[in-house]
């Protein structure tokens, strides 16, 4: 089935530094990545979809310029925190489309990330 | 470390027929539960969530889930589906205390008109 990496799993960064966070698709490849956000008592939100070789499409409300999503290959989605702020801190998750139905796990196991 | 299970990967039914996909979490504090649904192409949408109250949930698009919290289970049902439901469903659970959410494997629907 379908594997999805995401790295780092958890990380504690300054405020003002940049972080960056990486969603391979291991086994196939996939064309349209998706990165989403959870806060606390909330479903997952859609932050942006990430489509290879072109420009990540954002929701609304999803600052371009801090949040840098970068599909570059088709096995690769990086997402970007960039000046990062304390309010930032959240769980970050990519999924990857991987054609008419997945036959696994195409989430990452997530990115936990603290802004100090 | 708590799991969710989705005991069907894959479902396949006529149009009208009645759905009930499963889910089973095993972490034994508090927990909220969701459905999210994924459609060909598509990013992940929400379907029902549950935090407190009323155990039985409805969601969009005539679906409904029950919590039955003697049985770790958050299932969800729909009494007749439509070809529109063809998808990949997914069940999440994260801790009372934590908004991590742990993702269960996801059941593909598919929906014969």
């Known amino acids: 089935g379908a594997v999805v990496s995401q790295h780092p799993s958890w990380v504690i960064c300054k405020s003002g530094t940049s972080v960056k966070i990486e969603c391979r698709s291991l086994?196939?490849?996939?064309?349209?990545m998706f990165w989403y956000r959870q806060f606390p008592k909330k479903s997952l939100m859609l932050m942006a979809t990430?489509?290879?070789?072109?420009?990540?499409?954002?929701e609304q409300g999803v600052e371009k310029d801090k949040f840098l999503i970068n599909h570059a290959s088709l096995t690769l989605s990086t997402l970007t925190v960039t000046s990062a702020h304390p309010e930032d801190s959240s769980f970050y998750i990519c999924?990857?489309?991987?054609?008419?139905?997945?036959?696994?796990?195409?989430f990452g196991s997530g990115t936990r990330l603290t802004v100090v | 470390a708590q799991s969710v299970s989705q005991h069907n990967h894959h479902v396949i039914l006529s149009e009208a027929a009645s759905l009930e996909l499963g889910c089973n979490y095993s972490?034994?504090?508090?927990?909220?539960l969701f459905w999210y649904v994924q459609y060909p192409g598509q990013h992940l949408q929400l379907l029902l969530k549950?935090?407190?109250?009323?155990?039985l949930v409805k969601g969009i698009k005539g679906f409904e889930a029950e919590f039955i919290k003697s049985k770790f289970s958050f299932n969800l049902r729909k009494p007749s589906v439509q070809w529109s439901d063809t998808a990949e469903y997914f069940c999440?659970?994260?801790?009372?205390?934590?908004?991590?959410?742990?993702f269960g494997r996801g059941t593909s629907l598919i929906v014969h008109p």
């Open positions: 999924s990857v489309e991987s054609g008419s139905f997945n036959y696994g796990y195409t």
């Open positions: 999440a659970v994260t801790p009372g205390g934590s908004y991590i959410p742990t």
């Open positions: 972490y034994g504090g508090t927990v909220n």
């Open positions: 086994d196939f490849q996939a064309t349209t």
């Open positions: 990430s489509n290879e070789g072109s420009k990540a499409t954002y």
């Open positions: 549950y935090f407190s109250g009323d155990p």
